[in-house]
């Protein structure tokens, strides 16, 4: 599903890309833009989207981006040669608007960190958290409660909250979130060839409808990384 400009609903998406390594054990960036196009999404977060060493150099080239989509990377980086920070990188289609950029440090054991995006889209201002949590129970835990405090501190907007959330139970409650947001688990996107785990989530606040939500697990999907990417489409209350 391709966009040439906004529909009615704001389609989003969360995409763990896994540094561009397909199961197939090929690494493709080429691939791996063709299944964040066909997902349709005017706001991608990626994870993973960075090498892990040295001073991670990005998996998906910008000069690639640009060739082979109408994707804008937002300026979520803190060097010249990452997409992202923490692996955390978002893409927007070019009538989405950005504002400011945040950097939160979260707590855990291992480097961590989201990022926070304040954007437009058709005069409207929304927010954007993308997050890829720990491995660990409690860290998690805390990361989301971090993530809540540092958003009650924000400007009122329109908030959701994408990426690997590394919860394996489909019965999560993710209490650090109540009962401000409602969690989306559009499907066991881990792992994409045998669908184990709902890692993937999307939460959104009280000023969101939901109208659907889903995954692309079809095609080069299956292939490009190990999780499969998620989506859903979403309107603001009092639109």
């Known amino acids: 599903m391709r966009r040439e ?5 704001l389609r ?25 196009g066909d997902t349709g999404a005017e706001v991608c977060v990626l994870q ?13 080239p910008r000069n690639l981006i640009a060739q082979h989509s109408d994707y804008v990377p937002l300026p979520v980086a803190r060097n010249d040669v990452s997409l992202g ?20 440090d979260l707590p855990s054991l291992e480097p961590r960190g989201a990022v926070a995006a304040e954007l437009q889209r058709q005069g409207q201002p929304f927010r954007v958290v993308g997050v890829h949590l720990g491995l660990l ?3 998690r835990a805390r990361q989301l409660a971090a993530i809540a405090d540092w958003l009650k501190k924000q400007p009122p907007l329109p908030t ?15 209490a650090p979130l109540k009962p401000d947001f409602h969690v989306l688990s559009p499907g066991p996107s881990y792992h994409a ?12 606040d009280q000023r969101w409808k939901v109208a659907h939500s889903g995954m692309t697990d079809h095609g080069e999907a299956t292939r490009a990384s190990d999780h499969l990417p998620i989506w859903a489409d979403l309107t603001p209350k009092g639109s």
Do not use: Q
Request: a positive charge.
């Open 193 to 204: 060839r045998l669908r184990l785990a709902p890692l993937d989530r999307i939460a959104h």
């Open 137 to 139: 129970g409690n860290d």
């Open 85 to 104: 920070w923490h692996g955390n990188a978002m893409l927007v289609k070019p009538w989405i608007t950005l504002d400011k950029v945040h950097h939160l």
């Open 12 to 36: 989003v998406a969360s995409y763990n890309i896994r540094k561009c390594m397909g199961t197939d054990r090929r690494r493709s960036p080429e691939r791996v833009m063709r299944v964040i």
């Open 48 to 60: 993973e989207a960075d090498r892990r060493l040295g001073p991670r150099p990005t998996a998906l």
């Open 160 to 174: 959701l909250i994408l990426g690997d959330f590394n919860e394996w139970s489909p019965r999560a409650t993710f």
């Open 5 to 9: 400009g906004p529909g009615a609903d």
